[in-house]
């Protein structure tokens, strides 16, 4: 269960530091790297964002880039998934 949320949180983190403008590490990747993410999973990154910004941990700018971001992954998430999901 650890590994999860540390893919996840290093997934929002991916996210936010892309709509910060930092390319500190491509979302895609962490996708890749992640053995446990599930298409299902994106509503509750969904969430993790708005929470975010609900408590004014982020600023609500930088979350809406990373929800346009997430939206996309959601979309291609059948082609960039990790391997193990394609088998």
């Known amino acids: 269960m650890r590994g999860f949320i540390g893919y996840q949180l290093r997934l929002v ?4 530091s892309q709509a910060k403008g930092f390319n500190t590490e491509d979302p895609e990747t962490v996708i890749h ?7 299902e999973d994106f509503d509750d990154l969904f969430v993790v964002l708005d929470n975010l910004a609900k ?3 982020v600023d ?6 990373a929800k346009l971001q997430l939206i996309e992954l959601q979309k291609n998430f059948a082609s960039i998934g990790n391997r193990s999901q394609q088998r």
Do not use: G, Q, T, V
């Not at 983190?13 to 936010?16: D, E, H, P």
């Not at 790297?33 to 298409?39: A, G, Q, R, S, T």
């Open 13 to 16: 983190n991916a996210l936010i």
């Open 55 to 57: 408590h004014e941990l």
């Open 33 to 39: 790297l992640n053995p446990y993410l599930i298409k």
């Open 60 to 65: 609500s700018s930088f979350i809406d880039d």
